[in-house]
């Protein structure tokens, strides 16, 4: 009897041991200095520790792999009910482009509600964020509208994170292809 | 007794051996034939469609062109050899007989740059193929809001 209770409390604590999501990176510091698209100054990721977060990386002229990757984020939101302890980030790597305004035009296309929040900053605060989550970006091309107007487009990693209640990397997934029933599955194990 | 513990210690480890680095499969949803993003007035847009040739002859995709945006190009996305997602224009597609343009998410899609108006869902985009050998073909493409990856896009219209 007393070698069975030995057991389950080693079996228990096995358990225990291995259910904590292994931390990838710690995102918590340096803080950067950013804006919403409501214009409201924000500080990442100070301001949205206390609750899990689900972190994207876009550009609004993106045509193809960007919406991907913030419906992905609206589809995992929606799957785990549009919980208030789970908030959703997009940040841009284009704030040259992406102001408040057009980020704001950009949510409202996509019907998000007050939980999920696109962040963009001055390019060289942007720059030391993307270095810090590991997000590369480059110019791939340029092309002048009919109107003479410079277009470029960037090439960009593609991937959608998952922060702990820590602001700590627990997971990492390619933005536009996984399914987000994967992403949603992950986060319900941690709520 | 210690083989006891060692086996206890390994189902429970067993059982709960996640690690944090996630695969990625791909998501099963169908995909739509032609659709079109929403997007907003100045910005860019995206469009995907399916064009067969059913001429007996091979035909080349010359432009595109539609009345909801300035500029019109085909783009594919591509994986760059350092492992970032890129894009590029691809010209002067040449369709075998009874061959299919197909223009899906994550692929080759249509580019609409410096668009003219808002699309939002329940608008129509109309694009014109220019084709060397059959000439302008219309295709009619509603704006649809899709739900990417884990919802069943089948029903609808395409």
Redesign the interface.
């Known amino acids: 009897m007393k070698s069975l209770s030995v057991f389950s409390l080693l079996f228990l604590f096995a358990i225990t041991a291995c259910s904590r999501v292994p931390v990838l990176d710690d995102l918590s510091s340096p803080s950067f200095n950013m804006i919403n698209q409501d214009g409201e100054e924000v500080v990442f990721p100070d301001d949205f520790k206390g609750k899990y977060m689900v972190l994207g990386f876009i550009y609004i002229n993106c045509p193809d792999v960007c919406p991907m990757i913030t419906q992905n984020m609206k589809n995992v939101q929606s799957q785990l009910g549009n919980p208030d302890d789970v908030q959703f980030v997009a940040v841009t790597f284009d704030p040259e482009r992406d102001t408040p305004e057009e980020l704001k035009k950009y949510k409202d296309m996509f019907k998000l509600d007050t939980n999920f929040n696109f962040l963009t900053a001055d390019t060289t605060t942007m720059s030391a964020f993307l270095d810090s989550v590991r997000v590369r970006t480059q110019i791939s091309f340029t092309t002048e509208s009919d109107t003479g107007e410079e277009l470029y487009f960037i090439n960009h990693s593609n991937k959608i994170m998952v922060l702990n209640r820590k602001a700590q990397l627990i997971y990492e997934y390619g933005g536009s292809m996984t399914n987000p029933n994967m992403i949603t599955e992950d986060i319900k194990k941690v709520l | 007794?210690r083989k006891?513990?060692f086996f206890?210690?390994f189902?429970?480890?067993v059982?709960?051996?996640?690690?944090?680095?996630?695969p990625?499969?791909?998501?099963?949803t169908p995909p739509l034939e032609n659709w079109a993003?929403?997007?907003?007035k100045g910005?860019?847009?995206?469009a995907y469609f399916v064009y067969t040739n059913e001429l007996p002859a091979a035909d080349t995709v010359l432009s595109v062109a539609s009345d909801a945006a300035?500029?019109v190009?085909l783009?594919e996305?591509y994986e760059?050899d350092?492992g970032?997602?890129?894009?590029?224009?691809v010209k002067n597609i040449i369709l075998q007989p009874e061959e299919t343009l197909v223009l899906e998410?994550?692929g080759l899609?249509l580019?609409?740059?410096?668009m003219q108006r808002n699309l939002a869902e329940g608008d129509t985009v109309f694009v014109t193929l220019k084709l060397a050998q059959a000439g302008d073909r219309e295709i009619k493409i509603p704006v649809i809001?899709?739900?990417?990856?884990?919802?069943d896009h089948s029903n609808h219209p395409q």
């Not at chain 2, 990625?24 to 099963?28: M, R, Y």
């Not at chain 2, 910005?43 to 995206?46: A, R, V």
């Open positions: 007794m006891s513990v206890f210690l189902i429970g480890c059982a709960c051996s996640g690690t944090g680095q996630k990625e499969p791909s998501a099963e993003r929403p997007a907003v910005s860019m847009g995206g300035r500029m190009q783009h996305t760059t350092d970032i997602s890129g894009m590029r224009e998410e994550g899609h580019m609409l740059m410096n809001s899709p739900s990417a990856g884990g919802e």
